[in-house]
């Protein structure tokens, strides 16, 4: 990570920040947040999308993306 929000998040967190990513399992989770729960292509879609756009956020200084799952402009 080179991007200046990147060298922050590393110094904020000391050096100790994970970020952990999945397309989830189980439906009682999405449940929980209100969320439908999807297929698991779907799952994967919206996952894949969602690191696509993290990359982005973390090395550019705008983000422009559109998907299946997201639109942003940043």
């Known amino acids: 990570m080179s991007s200046p929000e990147s060298r922050s998040l590393d110094l904020l967190s000391e050096g100790r920040f994970e970020l952990g990513l999945g397309a989830g399992v189980s439906s009682s989770e999405f449940e929980h947040m209100g969320i439908p729960f999807a297929s698991a292509s779907a799952r994967v879609g919206h996952l894949e999308e969602a690191?696509?756009?993290i990359k982005q956020l973390f090395t550019e200084e705008t983000v422009n993306f559109s998907g299946?799952?997201?639109t942003i402009q940043r």
């Open 51 to 53: 690191i696509q756009v």
């Open 68 to 70: 299946k799952y997201y």
